[in-house]
């Protein structure tokens, strides 16, 4: 081989591994494991779309005060990651659990632990020595019943009076992190095991005062950070759930952008450890007729589930709206034709954007809250289909 030959191959594996460097994006999916058993159709094992999902966040198992760790749905957790079936009176025939399901394309399953309503115990447990090292002998004795890849700490939030939270959990939640870190590692050194801890965050800047976010990162392999619920019904005007960019009104730092740089600029956490989140879900406004308009709430009429909507729910009555777009925040909204609902929510165009940024800017990765929320009737799932299309080029 001349030496042409030779710097010729040299390069093209050198490009080769540049590309799929540039290619390692992670694609995380938020599997909603207690509401299986009220949507079991949806919810079905066999409809993940395993092979195009870097990691799945099982959600969610939560702490006692003890330090215990326990399944929000016991029942369900027995089948979705044992495949039993006995404690369900559902007609389901098994296809294997979540777990098995993923290893066979490949995709982790990592064990979150919290969310918005079980996180009430994380102070107590955090302060104390003992119910720490409980804690992170729980983490690894649930990934050795299950088979789980790692855990999520989904802790909402740390010094959140209203969740129990204390002026202590700022150092306390840094410490539980490190036990845990110590615990996979002790078990990954006997295993051989790889296992990922990652941390689900808040975007606004008013919580993280309480959170070490530097020495955090130090800690975890991923921080996920939750760009949605960044405006709902609950506020005065309407607004957008979750914005690429500022809005005209409200704060403009309560978007995607602003919280990718909250945590690279303003606290450098590296980029590559930054996932950033899409909502598969969207929240209506009643009596409204213009994004930033007054409105009266929640509709329940067109949508009985009130405020937080499935995107499939929402395509299935796409024909009852108009759609614009919000070109400053780089973020669509939609109005019905007849009875003055306004809709925010994530499409195709506002995700790709989204994915488009992570490219741009280096960042980890994509989170989806929640996975199947735009699982269609056909069988489509045409958000996830655009985030994957963008992160695997």
């Given at each position: 081989?001349?030496?042409?030959?030779?710097?010729?191959?040299?390069?093209?594996?050198?490009?080769?591994?540049?590309?799929?460097?540039?290619?390692?994006?992670?694609?995380?999916?938020?599997?909603?494991?207690?509401?299986?058993?009220?949507?079991?159709?949806?919810?079905?094992?066999?409809?993940?779309?395993?092979?195009?999902?870097?990691?799945?966040?099982?959600?969610?198992?939560?702490?006692?005060?003890?330090?215990e760790i326990v399944g929000m749905d016991p029942a369900a957790d027995l089948y979705l990651l044992k495949g039993e079936t006995d404690s369900l009176s559902l007609n389901i025939v098994p296809g294997g659990s979540i777990i098995e399901l993923a290893k066979r394309q490949g995709t982790k399953v990592v064990l979150s632990i919290g969310g918005w309503?079980?996180?009430?115990?994380?102070?107590?447990?955090?302060?104390?020595?003992?119910?720490?090292?409980?804690?992170?002998?729980?983490?690894?004795?649930?990934?050795?019943?299950?088979?789980?890849?790692?855990?999520?700490?989904?802790?909402?939030?740390?010094?959140?009076?209203?969740?129990?939270?204390?002026?202590?959990?700022?150092?306390?939640?840094?410490l539980l992190l490190q036990t845990i870190r110590d615990s996979l590692q002790s078990f990954e050194d006997t295993s051989g095991k790889n296992l990922l801890l990652t941390v689900s965050l808040p975007a606004a800047a008013v919580h993280l005062v309480d959170i070490e976010v530097e020495k955090v990162s130090s800690i975890v392999d991923y921080m996920?950070?939750?760009?949605?619920?960044?405006?709902?019904?609950?506020?005065?005007?309407?607004?957008?759930?979750?914005?690429?960019?500022?809005?005209?009104?409200?704060?403009?730092?309560?978007?995607?952008?602003?919280?990718?740089?909250?945590?690279?600029?303003?606290?450098?956490?590296?980029?590559?450890?930054?996932?950033?989140?899409?909502?598969?879900?969207?929240?209506?406004?009643?009596?409204?007729?213009?994004?930033?308009?007054?409105?009266?709430?929640?509709?329940?009429?067109?949508?009985?589930?009130?405020?937080?909507?499935?995107?499939?729910?929402?395509?299935?009555?796409?024909?009852?709206?108009?759609?614009?777009?919000?070109?400053?925040?780089?973020?669509?909204?939609?109005?019905?034709?007849?009875?003055?609902?306004?809709?925010?929510?994530?499409?195709?165009?506002?995700?790709?954007?989204?994915?488009?940024?992570?490219?741009?800017?280096?960042?980890?990765?994509?989170?989806?809250?929640?996975?199947?929320?735009?699982?269609?009737?056909?069988?489509?799932?045409?958000?996830?289909?655009?985030?994957?299309?963008?992160?695997?080029?």
């Amino acid at each position: 081989m001349s030496r042409f030959q030779n710097w010729f191959f040299t390069l093209v594996i050198i490009l080769i591994s540049c590309q799929l460097f540039a290619q390692k994006k992670a694609i995380i999916g938020c599997y909603q494991s207690w509401k299986f058993q009220q949507y079991p159709e949806l919810l079905d094992p066999q409809n993940i779309p395993y092979d195009k999902l870097t990691i799945i966040n099982y959600s969610f198992f939560y702490p006692l005060e003890s330090g215990e760790i326990v399944g929000m749905d016991p029942a369900a957790d027995l089948y979705l990651l044992k495949g039993e079936t006995d404690s369900l009176s559902l007609n389901i025939v098994p296809g294997g659990s979540i777990i098995e399901l993923a290893k066979r394309q490949g995709t982790k399953v990592v064990l979150s632990i919290g969310g918005w309503e079980t996180s009430n115990n994380f102070p107590e447990v955090s302060a104390d020595p003992t119910k720490r090292t409980n804690f992170a002998h729980w983490c690894i004795k649930l990934i050795q019943q299950y088979g789980f890849d790692g855990i999520d700490i989904d802790w909402e939030f740390p010094g959140y009076k209203k969740h129990k939270g204390t002026d202590q959990d700022r150092e306390n939640f840094t410490l539980l992190l490190q036990t845990i870190r110590d615990s996979l590692q002790s078990f990954e050194d006997t295993s051989g095991k790889n296992l990922l801890l990652t941390v689900s965050l808040p975007a606004a800047a008013v919580h993280l005062v309480d959170i070490e976010v530097e020495k955090v990162s130090s800690i975890v392999d991923y921080m996920n950070i939750m760009t949605y619920d960044l405006y709902g019904s609950w506020g005065k005007i309407s607004n957008h759930n979750s914005a690429l960019y500022g809005p005209a009104q409200g704060d403009s730092a309560r978007c995607l952008d602003g919280a990718f740089k909250l945590y690279h600029e303003t606290h450098n956490v590296p980029a590559k450890k930054i996932t950033l989140c899409t909502a598969f879900f969207g929240y209506s406004y009643t009596n409204c007729r213009e994004i930033y308009g007054e409105h009266q709430g929640a509709d329940t009429i067109l949508f009985k589930a009130g405020e937080d909507i499935l995107y499939s729910q929402i395509a299935d009555k796409m024909d009852l709206f108009e759609r614009y777009w919000d070109a400053k925040a780089q973020a669509p909204y939609l109005i019905s034709k007849s009875n003055s609902t306004l809709i925010s929510l994530d499409d195709e165009e506002s995700v790709a954007l989204k994915a488009e940024y992570v490219i741009e800017y280096n960042a980890g990765g994509i989170i989806i809250w929640p996975l199947m929320g735009d699982y269609l009737k056909d069988g489509r799932t045409p958000l996830l289909d655009v985030i994957y299309k963008k992160l695997s080029r």
